[in-house]
């Protein structure tokens, strides 16, 4: 099988926004402005590690650090942040960082090496109450060493593919130690980091107000004198925005149809930039509870979504863009085609498939229909319009689904929670390509496992995969491990949708990536008016 170099789809478009910048960086960076961002919901509360939500990530992201990043202009390459300096052992258990000198935090007090340690330690094994979405990042992490005040260094447990990468993470906040022991749940509460950009207001359900830090560590950044984030919870609202410059981006995503509006409306004062997205959304259930104890009715529900009549279906309203395997599409971890369609619920033949279903729900006890809750985003794009498609979809195999819509805060909470007969849709957006962290986040034991299954043998294949130093071997083991998830139905049939960027044209030196957690820090962006 032929490989792909991972973010290959992402090409022609990121080569598009390449020669825009290009232009841009010819002209002298203008300093001053501010950076208005439409931004689809309120953060309930500041802390990137217990958090996967975009909600939380992108208004914070500029006011912190993390040890590496990804390069604003060359991703998917890694480059320092806080880090100048790195040395990997020979035998890959040993990663030594030197740290920047002299990076101060928001309050005025230097970063050393044991803010980093301090950090680190808090992701991997939380303080009582504190939930870490990300310590799955940190399994092979084994003790942390700072011999000096600008050195930390990481010994593992055993050599991994991935430890690099998760170090540039955009969810691996730096914290200050100090704050941390006064109050370990400060980063919850307050904004207080090194990043580029400082806390100065937030008015609930209105905006989030980051204004320039003028001792950040790289001389001259950022350009910009602030980033608001303006809470605009609908997307037509968004739009019209953008449309009126109220809103200079939407660094989310827009429906396809809705980004046709503000082209016609808007004319050349915005261009649009379209990528891949790092996101896949999916339906969850607990497994432990009633009717999807039984493998059946789970495969059943497979069985009875129609994936690639979805995308067909939501590709203009919904910006579907492909069938919901594990890998993403396009990138080296996609399964082949052949081996995919041969997994429970994802063959091409759709009343084949619902024939199924139907089968599998008799034989479970549940031949004259069943009654369940779909619990939802009040959000249109994508998450109402892929419910509207699941219920129509599960109706034809007698399956009844009653259509409950919640805000975010509600949404998560219920899904964490879920009851008998009680499903959602969640999503999964890690900011990289990698098997760590894109399984991780639902392994068992994972505090995004909301299916709350266990399975030694889905253990024994994630950590298998996870300390593979041989791509190839690493790859075969991944699709391993996916073929047994989906043989199971631990997970519903899900897609990836496609990501679109509204920016307005005053935007400069900003490549946006097939995310919306990396680069969001801003600290080279400038405006030219």
């Known amino acids: 099988m032929k490989r792909y170099v991972p973010f290959l789809s992402c090409i022609f478009a990121l080569t598009l926004v390449l020669?825009?910048?290009?232009?841009?960086?010819?002209?002298?960076?203008?300093?001053?402005?501010?950076?208005?961002l439409a931004h689809a919901d309120d953060p309930a509360h500041y802390d990137a590690h217990q958090t996967g939500s975009f909600r939380i990530a992108q208004p914070t992201?500029?006011?912190?650090?993390?040890?590496?990043?990804?390069?604003?202009?060359?991703?998917?390459?890694?480059?320092?942040?806080?880090?100048?300096?790195?040395?990997?052992?020979?035998?890959?258990?040993?990663?030594?960082?030197?740290?920047r000198p002299n990076v101060r935090f928001h309050d005025?007090?230097?970063?050393?090496?044991?803010?980093?340690?301090?950090?680190?330690?808090?992701?991997?094994?939380?303080?009582?109450?504190?939930?870490?979405?990300?310590s799955h990042l940190l399994g092979t992490l084994e003790r942390i060493e700072t011999p000096d005040d600008l050195k930390v260094v990481f010994h593992l447990s055993r050599p991994t593919p991935s430890f690099f990468t998760h170090m540039a993470s955009p969810f691996l906040h730096i914290y200050s130690k100090a704050m941390l022991e006064r109050d370990k749940d400060y980063p919850k509460k307050k904004i207080m980091g090194t990043g580029p950009f400082k806390f100065k207001k937030h008015v609930p359900n209105v905006s989030l107000e980051l204004e320039r830090f003028d001792d950040y560590f790289i001389p001259g950044r950022p350009y910009m004198d602030g980033v608001r984030f303006a809470i605009i919870r609908g997307t037509q609202a968004r739009a019209a925005a953008l449309i009126s410059g109220r809103a200079d981006a939407e660094v989310r995503s827009l429906p396809p149809l809705v980004v046709e509006q503000i082209e016609a409306a808007a004319g050349d004062r915005v261009r649009v930039v379209k990528t891949d997205w790092l996101t896949i959304l999916d339906l969850t259930f607990n497994v432990?509870?009633?009717?999807?104890?039984?493998v059946k009715v789970r495969m059943a529900i497979n069985y009875a979504i129609?994936?690639?009549?979805?995308?067909?279906?939501?590709?203009?309203?919904?910006?579907?863009?492909?069938?919901?395997?594990?890998?993403?599409?396009?990138?080296e971890w996609e399964m082949p085609d052949d081996r995919f369609q041969k997994l429970p619920g994802w063959g091409t033949d759709a009343e084949s498939n619902r024939k199924k279903a139907r089968e599998l729900l008799k034989e479970a006890g549940y031949a004259g229909g069943?009654?369940?809750?779909?619990?939802?985003?009040?959000?249109?794009?994508?998450?109402?319009?892929m419910g509207?498609?699941?219920?129509?979809?599960?109706?034809?195999?007698?399956?009844?689904?009653?259509?409950?819509?919640?805000?975010?805060?509600?949404?998560?909470?219920?899904?964490?929670?879920?009851?008998?007969?009680?499903?959602?849709?969640?999503?999964?957006?890690?900011?990289?390509?990698?098997?760590?962290?894109?399984?991780?986040?639902?392994?068992?034991?994972?505090?995004?496992?909301?299916?709350?299954?266990?399975?030694?043998?889905?253990?024994?294949?994630?950590?298998?995969?996870?300390r593979e130093l041989d791509p190839a071997k690493r790859r075969e083991l991944v699709w391993q491990l996916e073929s047994s998830i989906w043989e199971k139905a631990y997970w519903g049939v899900g897609i990836w949708p496609a990501k679109i960027y509204v920016l307005s044209r005053r935007i400069n030196n900003f490549i946006p990536h097939p995310n919306h957690f990396t680069n969001v820090k801003f600290q080279d962006v400038w405006l030219s008016q």
């Open 388 to 466: 509207v498609y699941y219920i129509d979809q599960l109706a034809r195999v007698g399956i009844t689904v009653n259509h409950s819509l919640v805000d975010t805060s509600t949404w998560l909470s219920s899904l964490r929670n879920l009851g008998e007969g009680e499903m959602g849709i969640i999503y999964n957006a890690p900011p990289y390509d990698d098997p760590d962290a894109f399984f991780g986040a639902r392994m068992p034991g994972s505090a995004r496992n909301f299916a709350r299954y266990e399975d030694p043998e889905v253990t024994r294949l994630f950590d298998l995969q996870s």
């Open 108 to 134: 005025g007090s230097i970063l050393t090496s044991a803010d980093v340690k301090a950090t680190m330690e808090r992701i991997k094994n939380p303080p009582e109450g504190v939930v870490s979405a990300w």
């Open 370 to 385: 069943l009654r369940l809750k779909l619990i939802n985003r009040n959000v249109p794009y994508p998450y109402i319009s």
């Open 306 to 331: 129609d994936a690639y009549g979805m995308v067909k279906a939501l590709r203009d309203i919904g910006g579907i863009r492909y069938i919901g395997k594990w890998g993403r599409p396009h990138s």
């Open 19 to 36: 020669a825009v910048a290009a232009v841009s960086a010819q002209e002298k960076p203008k300093l001053g402005g501010v950076l208005v």
């Open 61 to 99: 992201a500029p006011a912190y650090s993390t040890l590496l990043q990804f390069d604003p202009k060359e991703y998917p390459k890694i480059i320092g942040d806080l880090a100048e300096k790195w040395e990997i052992s020979r035998d890959g258990l040993t990663y030594t960082f030197k740290l």
């Open 288 to 294: 432990k509870k009633k009717p999807f104890n039984d």
